[in-house]
């Protein structure tokens, strides 16, 4: 259809007959949904050359087109070069950049873009602080959010309930329950009305931070206020019932409100739906999604999503797999982290085969992989052995412009030291510092771990010194490990020089550390000190332990 579409605007051309923005629109759109970027490029060229010229409504859907596609330098130079023909980005245009750098993990980078639109003199809208608020709150940073959330006045703009949404809900998920309510009461005497999500995130909150009596007020004083619709408050009834564990109690109250022909929001079906899935019970799950089809309610993203959590979770993937063919067959959402869960469920049994083929899968339907799964991919990659194939899938993500964390490139070197390519697992480890990301306890373990199994002591002994330059505190696996390469080299007194480190640092060897030296000094010939260690070892309590260790001895 679309080589059709191409040949007719050919023989326009040659008859001398302008073609329509509209629909030369609608086959940028169809040239951008299939990746063809030659011919949209050269699309593109002709309208400005020869007419209609491109206005500002088909640019951003040229920029929205590439930004979902995670080509977003493309996206960004295209806004550089159409300055040229004297296209000026409008408020639209940044909130597309914008929005594609926060879903892609790059907040910082949306919140350079923000700063940009204003220098310009674009007035930044209610969406572009939605946006950024929201993706620095997901990212744990939640005192940046803030700063921008208390900005939004400066810029000649409201807050509104969304945004204290994402700010509540970052101050949840980061702990500071305090905050977040303080936050609400400003919400409040601020005149902004909360909403269903505004109740869901404070009084889950304040229940899982075991505030109990003060989500029980909030839920009270909610239930007494005439702030929501009916509608929403049958929604926060049920899934209190759910937080507070009474998922059988939420599913009858919900069924004895449809049989009374009461109005029901689709929140209240997905939260028992999400309940019943967390605690493995996927054929109640099934049964309350029967339940809403049969009442009239299309599923939501959120829906499958959790769906397909539950049947994963059981290993029940065949399940799983047909469930998502069958919701797209149906033209029901599905969304990236449906796909997700379901190529995690792969990986986590060694299914890299169909995990593969899912993956392809999701790129062939249209649908980008997100930052969350080219993690699950990698990580499953990786600890599957088929390193090579997570560092590929890596490179693309980069390709992509997507940001990998601390857990990725973890993973990766995890992986390359376990398979002996220790080299590339260093470069690996110089890379992540570049990009301003310091290696994390576990990534330094790994490391020292890879440096031991080669015997390079010195290189194991740099790094280790390393992690206290960069202000990380060793743990008790960072010292077994050291003292296991040391005995390994028959240097007891290496080793004895890190377990003396142990009880300095304020750690307790473990029995991993009692083995690994008992170990070294059998091998070393130095069985007094071999039944000494054991007796230190009885000593601290680890009587059934030491049947093992006490074999060893005896042989």
């Given at each position: 259809?679309?080589?059709?579409?191409?040949?007719i605007l050919i023989r326009m051309r040659e008859m001398s007959l302008m073609p329509s923005e509209?629909?030369?629109?609608?086959?940028?759109?169809?040239?951008?949904?299939?990746?063809?970027?030659?011919?949209?490029?050269?699309?593109?060229?002709?309208?400005?050359?020869?007419?209609?010229?491109?206005?500002?409504?088909?640019?951003?859907?040229?920029?929205?087109?590439?930004?979902?596609?995670?080509?977003?330098?493309?996206?960004?130079?295209?806004?550089?070069?159409?300055?040229?023909?004297?296209?000026?980005?409008?408020?639209?245009?940044?909130?597309?950049?914008?929005?594609?750098?926060?879903?892609?993990?790059?907040?910082?980078?949306?919140?350079?873009?923000?700063?940009?639109?204003?220098?310009?003199?674009?007035?930044?809208?209610?969406?572009?602080?939605?946006?950024?608020?929201?993706?620095?709150?997901?990212?744990?940073?939640?005192?940046?959010?803030?700063?921008?959330?208390?900005?939004?006045?400066?810029?000649?703009?409201?807050?509104?309930?969304?945004?204290?949404?994402?700010?509540?809900?970052?101050?949840?998920?980061?702990?500071?329950?305090?905050?977040?309510?303080?936050?609400?009461?400003?919400?409040?005497?601020?005149?902004?009305?909360?909403?269903?999500?505004?109740?869901?995130?404070?009084?889950?909150?304040?229940?899982?931070?075991?505030?109990?009596?003060?989500?029980?007020?909030?839920?009270?004083?909610?239930?007494?206020?005439?702030?929501?619709?009916?509608?929403?408050?049958?929604?926060?009834?049920?899934?209190?019932?759910?937080?507070?564990?009474?998922?059988?109690?939420?599913?009858?109250?919900?069924?004895?409100?449809?049989?009374?022909?009461?109005?029901?929001?689709?929140?209240?079906?997905?939260?028992?739906?999400?309940?019943?899935?967390?605690?493995?019970?996927?054929?109640?799950?099934?049964?309350?999604?029967?339940?809403?089809?049969?009442?009239?309610?299309?599923?939501?993203?959120?829906?499958?999503?959790?769906?397909?959590?539950?049947?994963?979770?059981?290993?029940?993937?065949?399940?799983?797999?047909?469930?998502?063919?069958?919701?797209?067959?149906?033209?029901?959402?599905?969304?990236?982290?449906?796909?997700?869960?379901?190529?995690?469920?792969?990986?986590?049994?060694?299914?890299?085969?169909?995990?593969?083929?899912?993956?392809?899968?999701?790129?062939?339907?249209?649908?980008?992989?997100?930052?969350?799964?080219?993690?699950?991919?990698?990580?499953?990659?990786?600890?599957?052995?088929?390193?090579?194939?997570?560092?590929?899938?890596?490179?693309?993500?980069?390709?992509?412009?997507?940001?990998?964390?601390?857990?990725?490139?973890?993973?990766?070197?995890?992986?390359?030291?376990?398979?002996?390519?220790?080299?590339?697992?260093?470069?690996?480890?110089?890379?992540?510092?570049?990009?301003?990301?310091?290696?994390?306890?576990?990534?330094?373990?790994?490391?020292?771990?890879?440096?031991?199994?080669?015997?390079?002591?010195?290189?194991?002994?740099?790094?280790?010194?390393?992690?206290?330059?960069?202000?990380?505190?060793?743990?008790?696996?960072?010292?077994?490990?050291?003292?296991?390469?040391?005995?390994?080299?028959?240097?007891?007194?290496?080793?004895?020089?890190?377990?003396?480190?142990?009880?300095?640092?304020?750690?307790?060897?473990?029995?991993?550390?009692?083995?690994?030296?008992?170990?070294?000094?059998?091998?070393?010939?130095?069985?007094?000190?071999?039944?000494?260690?054991?007796d230190e070892l009885a000593a601290a309590g680890n009587a059934r332990e030491n049947l093992m260790?006490?074999?060893?001895?005896?042989?």
């Amino acid at each position: 259809m679309i080589e059709e579409a191409v040949r007719i605007l050919i023989r326009m051309r040659e008859m001398s007959l302008m073609p329509s923005e509209s629909a030369m629109v609608i086959l940028l759109k169809s040239l951008l949904r299939v990746g063809d970027f030659s011919n949209l490029w050269k699309l593109f060229r002709d309208m400005i050359s020869r007419g209609p010229f491109p206005s500002d409504k088909s640019v951003n859907v040229v920029l929205l087109g590439f930004c979902r596609k995670g080509h977003l330098t493309i996206a960004e130079n295209l806004c550089h070069v159409m300055g040229k023909f004297g296209f000026k980005p409008d408020v639209y245009s940044y909130n597309i950049l914008i929005g594609a750098y926060c879903t892609g993990g790059r907040a910082l980078v949306a919140i350079n873009w923000v700063y940009l639109m204003i220098e310009r003199g674009c007035r930044p809208s209610n969406v572009t602080f939605n946006t950024v608020i929201s993706a620095l709150c997901k990212d744990g940073n939640v005192a940046r959010a803030r700063q921008f959330f208390d900005s939004v006045p400066e810029m000649g703009l409201t807050r509104n309930t969304f945004m204290y949404n994402s700010l509540m809900d970052g101050y949840v998920k980061s702990g500071e329950i305090l905050q977040a309510n303080m936050l609400y009461e400003e919400m409040r005497s601020n005149g902004i009305s909360p909403d269903c999500v505004t109740f869901n995130i404070l009084v889950g909150g304040n229940y899982k931070s075991g505030r109990e009596e003060y989500g029980d007020r909030l839920f009270k004083d909610m239930l007494a206020s005439n702030l929501l619709p009916k509608s929403s408050l049958y929604d926060i009834t049920v899934a209190g019932m759910c937080w507070a564990g009474q998922i059988d109690e939420a599913e009858e109250l919900l069924r004895d409100i449809l049989e009374k022909g009461e109005p029901v929001n689709l929140t209240a079906f997905n939260t028992i739906i999400a309940a019943y899935g967390k605690v493995g019970m996927h054929d109640k799950a099934h049964e309350i999604y029967q339940l809403m089809t049969r009442f009239g309610l299309s599923p939501s993203s959120s829906t499958s999503s959790s769906l397909l959590l539950g049947l994963s979770k059981k290993g029940r993937l065949q399940e799983a797999r047909g469930l998502l063919y069958d919701m797209m067959e149906r033209g029901l959402p599905v969304n990236k982290m449906g796909f997700t869960v379901l190529l995690d469920g792969y990986l986590r049994v060694g299914d890299i085969t169909r995990a593969q083929s899912l993956w392809d899968e999701m790129e062939l339907t249209g649908i980008s992989p997100d930052a969350v799964a080219f993690s699950a991919y990698i990580n499953g990659l990786s600890k599957a052995g088929f390193v090579e194939e997570a560092y590929e899938i890596f490179q693309e993500m980069l390709r992509r412009e997507l940001v990998p964390n601390t857990y990725i490139y973890s993973t990766l070197i995890s992986g390359f030291c376990d398979c002996g390519k220790l080299k590339q697992a260093v470069t690996l480890e110089r890379e992540m510092r570049q990009r301003g990301l310091l290696p994390d306890v576990v990534t330094s373990n790994v490391i020292i771990d890879g440096y031991c199994k080669h015997g390079k002591l010195k290189s194991a002994m740099d790094a280790y010194m390393d992690m206290h330059r960069i202000g990380l505190t060793p743990d008790i696996v960072t010292y077994n490990t050291l003292i296991n390469g040391y005995c390994k080299a028959f240097d007891m007194a290496g080793a004895d020089k890190f377990m003396n480190e142990i009880y300095a640092s304020g750690w307790n060897p473990d029995i991993t550390t009692f083995n690994i030296r008992i170990h070294g000094f059998c091998c070393s010939r130095k069985m007094s000190r071999a039944v000494m260690t054991l007796d230190e070892l009885a000593a601290a309590g680890n009587a059934r332990e030491n049947l093992m260790v006490g074999a060893e001895i005896k042989g």
